[in-house]
């Protein structure tokens, strides 16, 4: 990415309500977006458990800065909502936040105009994709074609939205043949099929992203890289954790391998290939595909 895109101004503009039904909450987004620019391509980008439309920031901006306008929903499961393990609420959040992406999907056009200016004009609602971090990324892989496999072994509903054109999978959980005892218990709807996930996909994994909630390590975080369809690349990051250098914030708490280089090869990787998926533009992602560095490998099928 250039330093000019870098530098590029940017406006955000929150909240905007979105209409759903059977929420005990509004639905509400932040829109991110480019000063300058025509027929901007849209991304989608859904939360990792407990954050918000406010969180990311180190990778909506930089988003935005490369040319995109970022719409951030806040899911039910966000800490400012207080909707716990405990809460009976909880277990069918997975789903909520599928219709939460539907819904601004299917309403892009009141939010665009809601954002005020004349963004509405400037926006190419064909050009469209999704992005999701950890829980965000079962979230955006369903969108994108993948199942919930439910407790009796049941493959779950085809939630995917034929709009979005291409994803990026962040951190996100593999299947739930390898769940630990922990995610058995609190978080039993882990476990997506990947087989039809048919969407142009990137998927992103750090090599010291040891999540608690598998048995298998890191190469749990491959999946849906290796076993759908669609996926087509592999961003693998030796060094990164499961905030891949702090990509939710600048100094959170979450994050345990601050790096703000890595979270530019994030960003940036991101971008590039929703760029290039979307016919937008191919020059960055070739220039990535051929880097030679210990900082990251691709893998493409």
Request: no cysteine; glycine share 10%.
């Amino acid at each position: 990415m250039s330093t000019e895109s870098l530098a590029r101004q940017i406006v955000a503009v929150k909240p905007i309500v979105v209409p759903t039904s059977d929420r005990p909450f509004p639905l509400t987004v932040k829109v991110t977006a480019p000063v300058t620019g025509e027929h901007l391509p849209v991304l989608v980008f859904s939360h990792g458990n407990a954050w918000s439309m406010d969180g990311y920031a180190p990778l909506v901006d930089r988003w935005a800065a490369s040319g995109f306008v970022v719409v951030q929903p806040t899911h039910l499961d966000s800490r400012r909502y207080g909707i716990g393990f405990d809460d009976p609420r909880f277990a069918s959040i997975w789903s909520t936040r599928v219709h939460d992406a539907h819904a601004v999907i299917d309403h892009l056009d009141e939010i665009l105009v809601a954002a005020g200016g004349d963004l509405r004009t400037r926006v190419d609602i064909g050009l469209l994709a999704a992005a999701g971090h950890s829980w965000g990324g079962q979230t955006v892989g369903t969108l994108l074609g993948a199942r919930v496999v439910g407790p009796d072994g049941d493959v779950g509903p085809d939630l995917a939205h034929p709009a979005v054109r291409a994803g990026a999978l962040i951190a996100t959980a593999g299947t739930g043949d390898s769940l630990s005892e922990y995610a058995r218990e609190h978080l039993p709807f882990v476990r997506p099929d990947f087989s039809r996930m048919s969407t142009p996909a990137l998927v992103v994994a750090g090599g010291k992203d040891d999540s608690a909630l598998s048995t298998r390590g890191p190469e749990w975080l491959t999946d849906a890289f290796h076993l759908s369809p669609g996926a087509t690349d592999l961003l693998w990051i030796p060094d990164g954790e499961h905030t891949l250098g702090g990509i939710a914030g600048e100094a959170v708490r979450e994050t345990t391998d601050e790096d703000p280089d890595r979270v530019g090869l994030v960003a940036d990787a991101v971008a590039a290939y929703l760029l290039d998926a979307l016919g937008s533009s191919s020059a960055a992602w070739e220039a990535l595909r051929h880097t030679d560095s210990a900082d990251f490998t691709l893998q493409r099928k």
